[in-house]
């Protein structure tokens, strides 16, 4: 199959990650940055966030979802920079160009679906942006929208205050959802030739995830099963992180059999009651259960119950830090891995999916404007172009 190849005008999380996947799949990407602007920092924000790592440009934030790309910056406000993104897509033939501006600047900045197609016909444009075209000027952050969504009115403590998630679901989303739509529209391409205009929003996207709540308003449902609850699980009992002597470990009981078995048990058998032998009847006595399901548990090391749990075929999880989720032998055989440019590994995290041809070493992330000489002159350029569009401020000099 051939090798794609994307440009992506991209900085922070989310895009970079959606780009991220095409550099697993073996695909060149590009990634374009802005040149300097006043006494600003160049390019992407996000290398400058977290730990330098290499040099000031490369800082621990910024390097995971950038490693196996390639960095040229372009002054896109100026039309020789607009010509010069244009002869790349034509001369490479990008296969997909991405953003993530606002949608407002679209068009200043050439960048627009129309203007590319008029150029590459056949182009794949995706863009996310906070709540699409229909809001232009509206910035999305991940924290902003987990809050708008309702991701946070039903993360955390009941008896507390609403909870971001500790990861970036919704940049991560709609990452995830640039990937699945280029894909997509790479497939129709193939069969009619014809390129798309991907927008997505990180609201809508977020929403998408609201399947187990959204519908339950139409349910006349009860307050409390549309917000915080926890680690409980909402509809099942119990399923919650108990005390062990020792530490935590989360329970789900997913079924009556698995509760029959769980209250079977040493230690558990107090548990078990007539009316709590159907999940309706174990709801009704949820916070009655839980806390006595805290106090057995509290009477055993982590790895005695585990042992306990697991001959009884009782779901059942310990709460590992991120350190030891690195060192799980299923996860640490398939981690995939740089270099500093000192030489030093750096672990980073293990493929979505495994395919047999899939890339688990990449080159580190490139620093602002790495590639721009040297894609410039795969384009045609030479150095006397070259240094005339450094004279300009086309391209950083």
């Known amino acids: 199959m051939r090798k794609r190849t994307v440009l992506s005008m991209e900085q922070a999380l989310s895009l970079t990650y959606g780009t991220l996947r095409f550099v697993q799949l073996g695909w060149r990407v590009i990634r374009l940055e802005a040149t300097p602007q006043g006494t600003e920092l160049p390019g992407d924000p996000n290398r400058y966030i977290g730990t330098p790592v290499a040099g000031d440009d490369r800082r621990s934030y910024f390097v995971a979802p950038n490693v196996g790309k390639e960095a040229i910056a372009l002054n896109l406000k100026e039309?020789?920079?607009?010509?010069?993104?244009?002869?790349?897509?034509?001369?490479?033939?990008?296969?997909v160009f991405c953003c993530n501006t606002l949608p407002a600047r679209y068009r200043a900045l050439g960048i627009d679906y129309e203007t590319l197609a008029a150029v590459k016909p056949d182009i794949i444009w995706a863009a996310i942006s906070a709540m699409g075209p229909d809001a232009p000027d509206t910035p999305g952050y991940d924290p902003a929208i987990q809050a708008m969504v309702g991701f946070m009115e039903v993360t955390g403590d009941p008896a507390g205050p609403p909870m971001l998630a500790g990861v970036p679901l919704v940049d991560l989303k709609a990452g995830d959802e640039v990937y699945a739509n280029v894909i997509l529209a790479l497939a129709e391409r193939a069969e009619t030739g014809?390129?798309?205009?991907?927008?997505?929003?990180?609201?809508?996207?977020?929403?998408?995830?609201?399947?187990?709540?959204?519908?339950?308003?139409?349910?006349?449902c009860a307050p409390d099963e549309v917000t915080r609850c926890g680690n409980e699980h909402r509809k099942f009992i119990p399923v919650n992180a108990y005390p062990t002597a020792d530490g935590f470990l989360y329970v789900a009981i997913g079924n009556d059999l698995?509760?029959?078995?769980?209250?079977?048990?040493?230690?558990?058998?107090?548990?078990?009651?007539e009316s709590r032998r159907t999940n309706a009847g174990r709801a009704r006595e949820r916070a009655r259960i839980h806390a006595e399901m805290a106090a057995v548990t509290a009477r055993y090391e982590t790895a005695e119950l585990r042992r306990a749990l697991t001959r009884a075929r009782i779901p059942h999880?310990?709460?590992?830090?991120?350190?030891?989720?690195?060192?799980?032998?299923?996860?640490?055989?398939?981690?995939?891995?740089?270099?500093?440019?000192?030489?030093?590994?750096?672990?980073?995290?293990?493929?979505?999916?495994?395919?047999?041809?899939?890339?688990?070493?990449?080159?580190?992330?490139?620093?602002?404007?790495?590639?721009?000489?040297?894609?410039?002159r795969e384009v045609g350029l030479g150095a006397d172009d070259i240094e005339a569009l450094e004279r300009q401020g086309i391209i950083p000099s």
Do not use: C, N
């Not at 993104?85 to 001369?91: G, K, P, S, V």
């Not at 014809?194 to 006349?220: E, N, Q």
């Open 194 to 220: 014809r390129g798309r205009a991907i927008h997505v929003s990180m609201l809508h996207a977020a929403a998408s995830w609201l399947t187990t709540v959204l519908p339950l308003l139409d349910y006349d």
């Open 79 to 95: 039309a020789a920079g607009r010509e010069l993104l244009h002869r790349i897509l034509r001369e490479l033939d990008v296969d």
């Open 258 to 273: 698995q509760w029959k078995r769980l209250v079977e048990l040493e230690g558990f058998e107090s548990l078990d009651r």
């Open 317 to 376: 999880a310990p709460i590992h830090t991120v350190a030891e989720v690195r060192e799980m032998e299923t996860i640490a055989r398939r981690l995939t891995r740089t270099r500093r440019p000192d030489g030093r590994e750096v672990r980073l995290p293990p493929l979505a999916v495994e395919r047999e041809d899939a890339v688990t070493e990449y080159s580190f992330a490139p620093r602002y404007s790495e590639h721009t000489e040297s894609v410039l």
